[in-house]
C-alpha cells in the first residue's frame, strides 16, 4: 500500500470518528481534494521533510477548518498508538516459559521418530530426506522465536505497531483525570472572549513527579499541562497604587509551531504585609476510614510533627478524628502543650475501624474553626484523606456540607496522601471551602503543603475573574493551552461567561494561549485585551484592570525566562501526551529550554524539573522496562 493510501485511509478514519456518528456520505473526491487530504495527513503524522512542512503550514495558516483538520488527525493517531500501548505485557512468566519450551521439545522428538520410522520403511524415499530435515531446523529455530514475547518498534504513529516479539514498555497508570484529546482551535471571529479561572490546583504535577519516581509514565489523561504551569512560581509584578490584583503579558513566537504567537498572562495578587507572621489556627480533620492505608500514616504524622516545630505559643490547633464516629481528639491547644505532642504522636495508631463519619467531622471542624478564630490569623481547616471518599458516594455530601458552612475568614484546604486523592473531586471540595488542595507523596512536599497552611486565610480580592478578548481583526483563530483538553461543556467562552473566584495574599496564576495570527496581521498591531474585574476586600470597592496587548513581533528566544519556561512545561505535558509529533524530540527541546530558563523565582523547583524530564525521555525510549 502506498504512503498516500495509507495516509488517506487514515484520514477518512479520523473524520468518520470525529465528524459523524452514523455511516459515512459516500463522496468521489477529486483528484486535487485528495493530493490536499493526503499533505494534511503527512503533516499531522511528521511525514514532510522541514522545508515541505513549512510550506504546507504556510497554506493553511488562514483556514481554521484546515488547521482543526490536522488537530483531528493527531488525535486520531494518538489514540490508535494508546489502544495499542494499553495491551497487557504478553511475556509469559518462566514456569509458563518452561512448560512451552517442554511441550515444543516434545514435538519436535515425535517428529523425529516419525521420520525415521517413515525412512526405514521406505528407505527409496530418501530424496526426502533433506526436505524433512530441514523441516526438523526450521522447527528448531522457531521454539525460541514461539516463546519470545513480542517488540514495539518503528517510528511515528507506527511507534506502538506490534510486530512479533514485542516488548512491553512500562504500563502506564490508570487514573481518569480529566479528558484526553486537545480540542481544536476556536476561531476568533465565532469566539472573541473567554474568561479564565484564576484557580488552579498542581495536582497534576506532584502525580507526575510520584510516576517518575517509581519509573513510570502517567496515564495522558492525568497530565493537565495548565497545572504543570502553575506549579511553579513567576516573576509577575505586584500589584501598584493600591490595588489588589495586577495583571502582566508577554507575547512571542511558539517554539513548537512556525507562524503561530505564544501569550503568557500572569495574574498576582497583592502580598501580604511583610510583618510577624499572623498567628495561626488550624483545625485537622483525619480520615480514619477502614481504606486509609497504614504506610500514609507516618508521612502524615511526621508533616504534622514538622509543622508543630514551626508554631509557636500564640498558635492553635485542635485534631478531629473522623471514623465511624466524629472524635474530638484534641481540643484548641497551643502546639508545644504535653496534650498536642501525644496526640499528634497518636494519630500513627488511629484505629481504621469502619466507614468515616467525615460529612459530621468537617460540620465540627467549622464549629471548633470559630471558636478559636483569630482576626487577620491564618485560620484554617485541614482535611487528610486518601481520597476514598467519592467512591464511598460521600463527594456530595462533603459538598453541600462545606457550602453549608463556609467561612469568609476560614479556609479549607485538602491534603490527599495516595493516588486515590487523584481521581476524586478533593480538589473542588478545596476550591469551595476557599483552600488548595495538596497531593502529598514525600516529607519535602508535606513540609511545602504545611508551610502554605501559615499564610493569611483572609482574601484580598473576591469575585475575580479574568477575560481575555482576542481581536478577530489581527487574530485568526487560538487555543487556551491545558483548557483545551476539557469538554467544551467545562470551557467558559462568550460574552455572558463569568468564573468568579477568591484570591488570597500573593495568589500567582499564569494562562498560555497559543495565536494564530491573520494573514494581514503586522508587527505592532493590537491582539488582545485582558481585563480583570474583583472587589477589593479591604475597600469593599469593585475594581477593574484593563490593558491592550500589541504583538511586537519578539522572538522566543529573546523572551523572558518566565516564558520560556512556561513554554518548556507545555512542550513537555504535550510530549507527555502524544500530541506532539516530534515524539522523543519534544522531550529534548523542552529539557534544552527548560534548562536555558531555569534561573528564576523557583530555580530550585526549576532544576528538579530538568531531572523529570530526562527521565521522562528515558521511560518512552523503544526498548525500556522500567528502568
Given at each position: 500500500m502506498s504512503a498516500t493510501s495509507c495516509t488517506w485511509r487514515l484520514q477518512r478514519f479520523a473524520n468518520d470518528s470525529a465528524e459523524r456518528p452514523g455511516p459515512p456520505e459516500r463522496r468521489i473526491m477529486t483528484a486535487p481534494e485528495t493530493d490536499r487530504q493526503a499533505r494534511l495527513t503527512a503533516l499531522a503524522l511528521g511525514e514532510?521533510?522541514?522545508?515541505?512542512?513549512?510550506?504546507?503550514?504556510?497554506?493553511?495558516?488562514?483556514?481554521?477548518?484546515?488547521?482543526?483538520?490536522?488537530?483531528?488527525?493527531?488525535?486520531?493517531?494518538?489514540?490508535?498508538?494508546?489502544?495499542?500501548?494499553?495491551?497487557?505485557?504478553?511475556?509469559?512468566?518462566?514456569?509458563?516459559?518452561?512448560?512451552?519450551?517442554?511441550?515444543?521439545?516434545?514435538?519436535?522428538?515425535?517428529?523425529?521418530?516419525?521420520?525415521?520410522?517413515?525412512?526405514?520403511?521406505?528407505?527409496?524415499?530418501?530424496?526426502?530426506?533433506?526436505?524433512l530435515s530441514l523441516i526438523l531446523v526450521v522447527s528448531s529455530m522457531t521454539i525460541a522465536h514461539r516463546i519470545a514475547p513480542d517488540v514495539a518498534v518503528g517510528k511515528g504513529i507506527f511507534k506502538a505497531t506490534l510486530f512479533p516479539r514485542r516488548l512491553a514498555g512500562p504500563r502506564p497508570l490508570i487514573d481518569p483525570v480529566g479528558a484526553t484529546a486537545t480540542a481544536p482551535f476556536l476561531a476568533a471571529r465565532e469566539h472573541p472572549s473567554c474568561v479564565v479561572p484564576i484557580e488552579v490546583t498542581d495536582a497534576s504535577f506532584a502525580l507526575l513527579r510520584h510516576q517518575l519516581r517509581r519509573r513510570r509514565l502517567p496515564a495522558p489523561a492525568a497530565v493537565q499541562v495548565e497545572q504543570l504551569v502553575n506549579h511553579f512560581r513567576y516573576d509577575d509584578p505586584a500589584p501598584r497604587d493600591g490595588r489588589a490584583v495586577n495583571a502582566s503579558v508577554e507575547v512571542a513566537s511558539c517554539p513548537w509551531q512556525s507562524g503561530h504567537r505564544l501569550v503568557r498572562i500572569g495574574v498576582r495578587g497583592r502580598p501580604a504585609p511583610e510583618t510577624t507572621r499572623p498567628p495561626a489556627r488550624i483545625v485537622f480533620v483525619i480520615d480514619a476510614r477502614s481504606s486509609a492505608s497504614p504506610d500514609r500514616l507516618p508521612l502524615m504524622v511526621r508533616a504534622m510533627r514538622a509543622l508543630q516545630n514551626d508554631l509557636d505559643q500564640d498558635d492553635r490547633i485542635a485534631i478531629i478524628t473522623a471514623g465511624e464516629e466524629s472524635t474530638l481528639?484534641?481540643?484548641?491547644?497551643?502546639?508545644?502543650?504535653?496534650?498536642?505532642?501525644?496526640?499528634?504522636?497518636?494519630?500513627?495508631?488511629?484505629?481504621?475501624?469502619?466507614?468515616?463519619?467525615?460529612?459530621?467531622?468537617?460540620?465540627?471542624?467549622?464549629?471548633?474553626?470559630?471558636?478559636?478564630?483569630?482576626?487577620?490569623?491564618?485560620?484554617?481547616?485541614?482535611?487528610?484523606?486518601?481520597?476514598?471518599?467519592?467512591?464511598?458516594?460521600?463527594?456530595?455530601?462533603?459538598?453541600?456540607?462545606v457550602e453549608a458552612n463556609r467561612d469568609q475568614d476560614i479556609a479549607l484546604s485538602v491534603l490527599g496522601f495516595g493516588i486515590g486523592s487523584l481521581s476524586s473531586g478533593l480538589g473542588e471540595l478545596a476550591d469551595r471551602g476557599g483552600g488548595r488542595y495538596f497531593f502529598v507523596d514525600s516529607v519535602a512536599e508535606s513540609q511545602r503543603a504545611m508551610s502554605r497552611?501559615?499564610?493569611?486565610?483572609?482574601?484580598?480580592?473576591?469575585?475575580?475573574?479574568?477575560?481575555?478578548?482576542?481581536?478577530?481583526?489581527?487574530?485568526?483563530?487560538?487555543?487556551?493551552?491545558?483548557?483545551?483538553?476539557?469538554?467544551?461543556?467545562?470551557?467558559?467562552?462568550?460574552?455572558?461567561?463569568?468564573?468568579?473566584?477568591?484570591?488570597?495574599?500573593?495568589?500567582?496564576?499564569?494562562?498560555?494561549?497559543?495565536?494564530?495570527?491573520?494573514?494581514?496581521?503586522?508587527?505592532?498591531?493590537?491582539?488582545?485585551?485582558?481585563?480583570?474585574?474583583?472587589?477589593?476586600t479591604a475597600t469593599g470597592q469593585h475594581e477593574r484592570v484593563k490593558q491592550t496587548v500589541v504583538d511586537g513581533g519578539g522572538a522566543f528566544e529573546s523572551s523572558s525566562s518566565d516564558l520560556r519556561f512556561a513554554a518548556a512545561l507545555a512542550m513537555f505535558g504535550r510530549t507527555l501526551i502524544g500530541v506532539d509529533p516530534e515524539g522523543l524530540t519534544g522531550y529534548d527541546r523542552a529539557l534544552a529550554i527548560a534548562g536555558s530558563a531555569a534561573a528564576g523565582a523557583d530555580e530550585t523547583a526549576r532544576r528538579q524539573l530538568l531531572d523529570m524530564i530526562r527521565v521522562a525521555r528515558r521511560l518512552q525510549e523503544p526498548g525500556t522496562v522500567g528502568r
Open positions: 514532510l521533510d522541514e522545508a515541505t512542512a513549512r510550506r504546507v503550514e504556510a497554506e493553511i495558516a488562514g483556514d481554521p477548518a484546515a488547521r482543526n483538520e490536522v488537530e483531528r488527525i493527531r488525535q486520531t493517531a494518538h489514540l490508535l498508538g494508546d489502544a495499542l500501548r494499553s495491551d497487557p505485557d504478553p511475556a509469559p512468566n518462566p514456569q509458563l516459559r518452561r512448560a512451552v519450551e517442554q511441550e515444543l521439545q516434545r514435538r519436535r522428538g515425535l517428529q523425529s521418530l516419525w521420520i525415521l520410522l517413515f525412512l526405514r520403511r521406505h528407505a527409496q524415499a530418501a530424496v526426502l530426506l533433506l526436505t481528639l484534641l481540643p484548641s491547644s497551643a502546639p508545644t502543650d504535653p496534650a498536642a505532642v501525644m496526640a499528634v504522636g497518636s494519630l500513627g495508631r488511629i484505629a481504621r475501624n469502619g466507614p468515616a463519619s467525615t460529612k459530621t467531622g468537617i460540620r465540627d471542624a467549622y464549629v471548633a474553626a470559630r471558636d478559636q478564630r483569630a482576626d487577620d490569623g491564618a485560620n484554617r481547616i485541614v482535611l487528610v484523606t486518601d481520597g476514598d471518599v467519592e467512591r464511598a458516594g460521600s463527594l456530595r455530601r462533603w459538598l453541600r456540607v497552611l501559615l499564610t493569611p486565610s483572609a482574601p484580598i480580592a473576591e469575585e475575580v475573574h479574568l477575560r481575555v478578548r482576542f481581536h478577530r481583526r489581527t487574530v485568526s483563530a487560538y487555543r487556551w493551552i491545558g483548557y483545551d483538553r476539557r469538554p467544551s461543556s467545562e470551557r467558559p467562552f462568550g460574552a455572558d461567561a463569568v468564573l468568579s473566584a477568591s484570591m488570597p495574599p500573593d495568589h500567582r496564576f499564569t494562562a498560555l494561549f497559543e495565536v494564530v495570527p491573520q494573514t494581514s496581521a503586522r508587527v505592532g498591531d493590537a491582539m488582545l485585551t485582558v481585563e480583570v474585574a474583583y472587589r477589593d
